[in-house]
């Protein structure tokens, strides 16, 4: 996906229940205190369970309903990863969880996301 391509997210490892995504964080990616900024954390956390949503479903096209992300630490480290775990995958919607770790392994964040499958057509929509 370009925008994740964009940031420098890339999938360190696959599941059965998920998947790891890890990102070094460059300055441009970095709030006024100088730590990973919140909006990149988001990111991460959509990023890792989008991918893994997308991976567990055979590649059935999925997007975002809701997400919640609690952060818990200021990201001060370069090096992030994100572990995504699908917990329940319905008919129609998927709920998920994920944990952004910083390099030393200290939680930085930790979210929540429902998605729902597309039709293939609504994958493709222009805006």
Known sequence: MPFNHHLGFHV???YKDGLTMECTARPEMTNGHGTLHGGVTAALIDA???VAVIALAGGRPAGTVEM????LRPGRD?????????LKMGRTLVFA???VR??????VATGQATYIYLEESA???SW
């Open 78 to 86: 370069d090096k992030f990863h994100c572990r995504s775990r699908v």
């Open 97 to 99: 969880e994920a944990v």
């Open 102 to 107: 910083d390099g030393r392994g200290r939680v």
């Open 68 to 71: 919640k992300v609690n952060y």
């Open 48 to 50: 890792a369970i989008g």
């Open 12 to 14: 360190a490892r696959m």
């Open 123 to 125: 994958a493709n929509w």
